[in-house]
Structures are given as structure tokens and as C-alpha cells.
């Protein structure tokens, strides 16, 4: 069975850093693309990058190109997604997903539970 | 960016009900368009891609159509956990991009 699982919630203030996790298993991690889905509070899905894990290929959104960065660490089956400088309107649920193979990274069929990030000074 | 419209926004129907949401696109994307369902305080569920290809484990009763820049997805008798916020998306072209969302409310 297919599964992401998110590390937890995390309350920061504005220009602080923080790095977020999704651990796979029950597939092969380093065979499929592996990306990250914005919500803001009471808002829409928005499509933010994603990394494939072979080889740490990762293309962005250009919403999201340099806001934030896209890693993986296969040896442990894990994508992260990390800000170096939050702000207040980096507050949202953040989600990842696991790629559907043949659609170039752009569509998820597996997604993990969310992690909420709130930015408040 | 491609954008993708649904509507309608919002719908009020009823156990029971055959319900169509519509998604358009801004531009021609082939048959590459998911639907996802999402509940409160969850993370969104693939239901169908490829326009017409249900994910496995989704029931029957969901349906998906269109080509080009028209799509519907079709609840062919409406169940109480079938009450949910739907999103469309492309993933013809980069960058991907959803809809804005239809909320699916009890009448």
C-alpha cells in the first residue's frame, strides 16, 4: 500500500527557516516523481514543484521558483520542501504527493495527510 | 498558464441525484485532466485521470468525459460521503494547474 506521511505541524515567526518532510513507502521511492501542493486558509490547490528522487531532477512552479527549495534523500525514501525565510503569506497546509508514472511529474495519484505551517510574529 | 474553469462554483443537491460538474480549459489539453474529490480537514483523493479513468477503488457511481478543452464529471446517484469540495487539473502543460474548486453541499 502506497503511503506519504508528513511530519507534523509547525508554528514559526516571519524570517525564520523550516524544513518539512514526506516519507514514502509500499513503492519504489527513487522511480517516481514526488512534489508538493500549496492551500492557503480556505483557498484552492496549487501545484509547487516536484523532485525526482533518482537523481534530485526537481522543476518548480515559476509561482514558487526560488521561494522555496525541493530536496530528497533516498537512502531514507523522504522529500522535503524548505523556505529559508518564512513569511505571513507562507501560512497554508502544505501537501505532498506521489507522481502517477507517464505524466511527467504533473499529476498525483498518492497524496500525504498535510503538514499546516503557520506564520505569525 | 492554462486556466481552468469549473462550474458551478457550488451545488446543492440531494441523496440520490445524478450531479455534472463542468471544467473548461483556457486552451486545447488533450485528455490529460484529473479530478480530484477533497473533504474538510483532509488531503485531496484522485478519483479520475486521463479524463474518463477512475482510480482504483473509486466507486462506479463516478464518471469523467471530454477532450480538448470541455470536461464533466458525472455522480451518477449521489451518496452522503459524496458531499465534498471537487478540483479539476491539467497536466498537459507546465506548469499544472487546478481549477478553483466546486463545493458539493446537502440540500
Known amino acids: 500500500e502506497v503511503q506519504l506521511v508528513q511530519s507534523g505541524a509547525e508554528v514559526k515567526k516571519p524570517g525564520e527557516s523550516l524544513k518539512i518532510s514526506c516519507k514514502g513507502s509500499?513503492?519504489?521511492?527513487?522511480?517516481?516523481?514526488i512534489g508538493w501542493v500549496r492551500q492557503m486558509p480556505g483557498k484552492g490547490l496549487e501545484w509547487m514543484g516536484i523532485i525526482y528522487p533518482h537523481d534530485s531532477d526537481t522543476t518548480y512552479s515559476p509561482s514558487f521558483q526560488g521561494q522555496v527549495t525541493i530536496s530528497a534523500d533516498k537512502s531514507i525514501s523522504t522529500a522535503y520542501l524548505q523556505w529559508s525565510s518564512l513569511k505571513a503569506s507562507d501560512t497554508a497546509m502544505y501537501y505532498c504527493?506521489?507522481?502517477?508514472?507517464?505524466?511527467?511529474?504533473?499529476?498525483?495519484?498518492?497524496w500525504g495527510q498535510g503538514t499546516l505551517v503557520t506564520v505569525s510574529s | 498558464d492554462i486556466q481552468m474553469t469549473q462550474s458551478p462554483s457550488s451545488l446543492s443537491a440531494s441523496v440520490g441525484d445524478r450531479v455534472t460538474i463542468t471544467c473548461r480549459a483556457s486552451?486545447?489539453?488533450?485528455?490529460?485532466l484529473a479530478w480530484f474529490q477533497q473533504k474538510p480537514g483532509k488531503a485531496p483523493k484522485s478519483l479520475i485521470y486521463?479524463?474518463?479513468s477512475l482510480q482504483s477503488g473509486v466507486p462506479s457511481r463516478f464518471s469523467g468525459s471530454g477532450s480538448g478543452t470541455d470536461f464533466t464529471l458525472t455522480i451518477s446517484s449521489l451518496q452522503p460521503e459524496d458531499f465534498a469540495t471537487y478540483y479539476c487539473?491539467?497536466?498537459?502543460?507546465?506548469?499544472?494547474?487546478f481549477g478553483q474548486g466546486t463545493k458539493l453541499e446537502i440540500k
Open positions: 504527493a506521489k507522481a502517477a508514472p507517464g505524466t511527467g511529474g504533473f499529476f498525483f495519484d498518492y
Open positions: 486552451q486545447g489539453i488533450s485528455n490529460s
Open positions: 487539473q491539467q497536466y498537459n502543460d507546465y506548469p499544472p494547474t
Open positions: 486521463a479524463a474518463s
Open positions: 509500499g513503492y519504489t521511492f527513487t522511480s517516481y516523481w
